[in-house]
């Protein structure tokens, strides 16, 4: 009995130390939210380091900001959220430990007038997704996918690694597109009745278009250089390594 008993603290001691290294502190969740009022046609300036972005268009005037905080109780303590406005200038940041970042999560969920410039978006881990803006997106991703739903103005949006897909129902004339991506796929959907400058290269992908000839559909293309219509919009698409898909909006 007394050789059983030191074997056993042993063991309790050495399950005590896997416990430790195994089992991190459950994260928490905490919720920002706040509305202000904004007129259309506002700057808007965001950043963030780790987490997704969603912004809506609508018909008020006003902005509402919803950031969900993710992480253990001193990383929460830790993050916070920085809001500015200057006259029609907005600028809002997510504010993260000095240590390490890498469990700590903020998701913004953002709604907006439908006619505003989004000047600038900077996020290092996250994936972007924006719904009815009409106006201007400028986006910068290191990491993380981008989706545009319903877009019409200027927008020039890239991703160091990421799939990039955007819906665009009209071609104007004052449209300006850009998507570049280095290691991802790119699809674009246009109207049928299409009116737009297209310029298209993969390095180490295919193109393929929805647009092309019934004879040559599914004839991959590494750079595409072509004017449908009456050559309304400027599209530029964009990818080191990666498919370019180019579809009809059915």
Not at 135 to 142: D, K
Not at 211 to 235: C, M, N, Q, R, V
Request: glycine residues 6%.
């Amino acid at each position: 009995m007394k050789k059983i008993i030191p074997h056993l603290s042993y063991l309790l001691l050495i399950l005590f130390l896997i416990h430790c290294k195994t089992f991190s502190p459950t994260p928490l969740r905490k919720e920002f939210h706040k509305e202000m009022d904004l007129v259309k046609n506002s700057c808007i300036y965001i950043e963030n380091v780790n987490g997704d972005l969603e912004i809506t268009g609508w018909k008020k005037d006003k902005i509402e900001i919803t950031a969900i905080k993710m992480g253990t109780g001193s990383q929460l303590r830790q993050t916070d959220i920085d809001i500015n406005k200057k006259d029609n200038n907005l600028r809002i940041k997510a504010l993260f430990p000095r240590a390490d970042i890498s469990e700590v999560y903020v998701d913004f969920e953002l709604r907006v007038p439908e006619e505003i410039q989004i000047k600038e978006i900077k996020i290092e881990k996250g994936d972007l997704s924006t719904h009815q803006i009409y106006g201007e997106l400028r986006a910068e991703i290191q990491e993380g996918n981008i989706n545009l739903e319903d877009f019409s103005g200027i927008c020039e949006v890239t991703t160091d690694e990421g799939d990039i897909s955007a819906k665009i129902p009209e071609s104007k004339n004052s449209d300006n597109f850009s998507f570049k991506t280095t290691k991802g796929d790119i699809l674009i959907h246009l109207p049928p009745e299409l009116s737009a400058q297209i310029a298209a290269e993969t390095r180490l992908g295919v193109i393929t278009s929805d647009f092309f000839p019934s004879d040559k559909k599914e004839t991959p293309l590494k750079s595409l250089k072509e004017t449908f219509g009456k050559g309304k919009a400027a599209i530029l698409i964009k990818t080191w390594n990666g498919n370019i898909r180019i579809k009809k909006i059915q």
